[in-house]
T-cell receptor, first 114, second 115 residues
Framework: GDSVTQMEGPVTLSEEAFLTINCTYT??????LFWYVQYPGEGLQLLLK?????DKGSNKGFEATYRKETTSFHLEKGSVQVSDSAVYFC?????????????FGKGTTLSVSS | GAVVSQHPSRVICKSGTSVKIECRSL??????MFWYRQFPKQSLMLMAT?????????EQGVEKDKFLINHASLTLSTLTVTSAHPEDSSFYIC???????????FGEGSRLTVL
């Protein structure tokens, strides 16, 4: 079945460092890909998404490009801030059909220190 | 933005009791709600999909008699863990799909501890 694999954390960085969180997927068909973020004490929030190959999702300085050839959707940010400390989840959706649930990776905890 | 509220956020109960967790979409109608379970350092595992006014669809391996899901209105779904045992201790998260746009929003999660 469909699955998502993301790098294990925790990832510990200093402020202004470059961030990469790897995410690869296995899916039949052409899934949509997502990155969600969960700040301490809050629910999951959509960070960015891409719905087809070569699409680049971006938000708040974060970017991820849908790479069909490598089945990857790596999350990057050029300069992290302390406020970016959170758990990041990569996810895929099997399609746009109503009722399709998301399949999540295990989550990667990012800790940024000043 | 759209808000999904879960209640309670934390609950501790004795083994053998039943616990109800509510998931409400506060400012939109949700035709579909999803219930996930998350173990420490594990992924969110889909438990069931519920559509308003119909029976929930459970994922393989999820006991439907153990985890009762009701989606009686377009803004409320409930998950009842019946006769809870320590192995049911987990973090339960709901997600609601906006009726007209298909967007997904997540609740803050409910941490259940069964003693």
């Amino acid at each position: 079945g469909d699955s998502v694999t993301q790098m294990e954390g925790p990832v510990t960085l200093s402020e202004e460092a470059f961030l990469t969180i790897n995410c690869t997927y296995t899916a039949t068909g052409y899934p949509s890909l997502f990155w969600y973020v969960q700040y301490p004490g809050e629910g999951l929030q959509l960070l960015l998404k891409a719905t087809k190959a070569d699409d680049k999702g971006s938000n708040k300085g974060f970017e991820a490009t849908y790479r069909k050839e490598t089945t990857s959707f790596h999350l990057e940010k050029g300069s992290v801030q302390v406020s970016d400390s959170a758990v990041y989840f990569c996810a895929l959706s099997g399609g746009n059909q109503a009722g399709t649930a998301l399949i999540f990776g295990k989550g990667t905890t990012l800790s940024v220190s000043s | 933005g759209a808000v999904v509220s879960q209640h309670p956020s934390r609950v501790i109960c004795k083994s053998g009791t039943s616990v109800k967790i509510e998931c409400r979409s506060l400012d939109f109608q949700a035709t579909t709600m999803f219930w996930y379970r998350q173990f420490p350092k594990q992924s969110l595992m889909l438990m069931a999909t519920s559509n308003e006014g119909s029976k929930a669809t459970y994922e393989q391996g999820v006991e439907k008699d153990k985890f009762l899901i009701n989606h009686a209105s377009l803004t409320l779904s409930t998950l009842t863990v019946t006769s809870a045992h320590p192995e049911d201790s987990s973090f339960y998260i709901c997600s609601a799909r906006v009726a007209n746009t298909g967007e997904l929003f997540f609740g803050e999660g409910s941490r259940l501890t069964v003693l």
